[in-house]
């Protein structure tokens, strides 16, 4: 529909530059506050809007989907997951779905090396130390963390992310391994210098180090369930920056309470953010409160990506960053 400026509703609050942008190009509705619109509110932008902008904290389910008018063609999505899309229900009715890759990439990756050594080398015991003003000075047995160089980090999902996580643990000196639903390229897994499993039991079974990168999709859904957790050494470490839903997170605790695993780094949660309590009160754990692609300049990005979807889209073409569900 070019020469017409698209009625946008959007359902959070996001970075200035953004919001001023989106207003000089669109006719857009933003929020005044940073609270989650509740469903009913979705339901009735996306029967006045022609595109909506939400974020992964919007249940767009089927259910809501039905409620979306004729008008709404597009959704945009504000982030790269969109597993809180109903990306099936979308395209039965006609309503195109994009989201925000690429962007996130670096500062997810940063993240998930960021838990890593959080966990191994116990920054956060050492930062609570001097908080509490408890250090008595440099003790050679004090603070023993564990060293990342010469481990064995299995990526699990080695798409953008999964290999930027393999990039930066190679200069740290780690080992990388991966499991994949497609092995990469040849040149691409040599440059990376990482070895491909086809089984994931038999990687998980070897590795120091777990990062999850793969997005949660219904066949990710509790690939690390009890039965795989257990495979791990037990004094392997686990670190999640994709989502919550590929660990069972109940396992994961026992897991960890039990000594069966020695670790881990969370970003994300099974349940947003109703935690398990109990991964609390656990000490060998690190929890983030979602943060990964949480820079500035990332935030500003995904703004510039879903301005640039919409623009396309408003010229009378496929949004770049088109999500089919073929794709998931
Ligand atoms: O988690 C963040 C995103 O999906 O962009």
Redesign the pocket.
């Known amino acids: 529909m070019p020469n017409q400026r698209l009625s946008v509703v959007v359902t959070r609050r996001l970075p200035d530059v953004v919001e001023t942008r989106l207003k000089e190009l669109f006719d857009v509705e933003l929020r005044e506050d940073d609270a989650p619109m509740r469903r009913e509110e979705i339901a009735q932008a996306m029967r006045r809007a022609d595109v909506l902008v939400p974020t992964?904290t919007d249940d767009i389910d089927a259910t809501l989907l039905a409620q979306a008018g004729d008008r709404l063609k597009l959704i945009a999505n504000?982030?790269?997951?969109?597993d809180h899309i109903d990306v099936h229900s979308a395209r039965q009715r006609g309503i195109l779905v994009a989201?925000?890759p690429g962007v996130?990439t670096d500062d997810?990756a940063d993240m998930a090396m960021a838990l890593m050594l959080s966990v191994t080398r116990q920054i956060p015991q050492g930062l609570a130390k001097m908080q509490a003003d408890t250090w008595r000075g440099w003790s050679p047995m004090a603070n023993l963390g564990t060293r990342i160089g010469g481990k064995r980090l299995g990526i699990l999902g080695m798409g953008r992310i999964g290999q930027a996580v393999a990039r930066r643990a190679r200069a740290f000196g780690m080992q990388v391994h991966y499991h994949n639903r497609r092995r990469l390229r040849a040149e691409v897994e040599d440059a990376l210098e990482a070895t491909w499993w086809e089984s994931l039991d038999q990687m998980v079974a070897r590795m120091d180090v777990i990062s999850i990168n793969c997005p949660h999709t219904p066949s990710t859904f509790h690939l690390m369930n009890a039965r795989r957790l257990k495979l791990l050494k037990p004094s392997a470490v686990i670190i999640n920056t994709s989502?919550g839903e590929v660990i069972d997170e109940n396992a994961l605790t026992r897991g960890l309470r039990a000594g069966e695993i020695a670790g881990a780094g969370l970003d994300?949660y099974e349940r947003g953010h109703d935690i398990n309590p109990r991964l609390r009160e656990l000490p060998n754990v690190v929890l983030l409160p979602?943060m990964?692609?949480a820079t500035l300049e990332g935030r500003i990005e995904?703004g510039e990506k879903v301005i640039l979807n919409i623009k396309t889209f408003a010229d009378g073409h496929r949004p770049p960053d088109q999500v089919l569900p073929g794709m998931l």
């Open positions: 992964l504000y982030g790269a997951g969109v989201n925000t996130v997810t989502r994300v979602h990964g692609s995904m």
